[in-house]
């Protein structure tokens, strides 16, 4: 099975910095898409940031230009850098990753528990 843990959540001020990662462990025959996903209280998760295997990347309009996301393959861990932060990106923040954890096994989804972000003052 393949394991997702989550790290670098916490409270910060309004225009602050968080950097989150996410570390992928257990049997990995391969790892494609890894992403990251939130959830306000009272909302769906939602789609931050996704990036492949072969690097491409895609976000959220709501934080195009101030989250970044980025992978490192040979330690099967992704990263989200976010400045500017505001109230609103205030949610548990969620770690997935398309996954084969052997050559005979198909291509499954996996989850992190989450990790909690708040931005207040």
């Known amino acids: 099975q393949v394991r997702l843990v989550e790290s670098g959540g916490g409270l910060v001020q309004p225009g602050g910095s968080l950097r989150l990662s996410c570390a992928a462990s257990?049997?990995?025959?391969?790892?494609?898409?890894m992403g990251w996903y939130r959830q306000a209280p009272g909302k769906q998760r939602e789609l931050v940031a996704i990036?492949?295997?072969?690097?491409?990347?895609n976000y959220a309009d709501s934080v195009k230009g101030r989250f970044t996301i980025s992978r490192d393959n040979a330690k099967n861990t992704v990263y989200l850098q976010m400045n500017s932060l505001k109230p609103e990106d205030t949610a548990v923040y969620y770690c997935?990753?398309?996954?084969?954890?052997?050559?005979?096994?198909?291509?499954?989804?996996?989850w992190g528990q989450g990790t909690q972000v708040t931005v207040s003052s």
């Open positions: 990036i492949f295997s072969g690097g491409t990347t």
């Open positions: 257990g049997s990995i025959f391969s790892l494609n898409a």
């Open positions: 997935n990753a398309g996954a084969r954890p052997a050559a005979w096994e198909r291509l499954s989804s996996y």
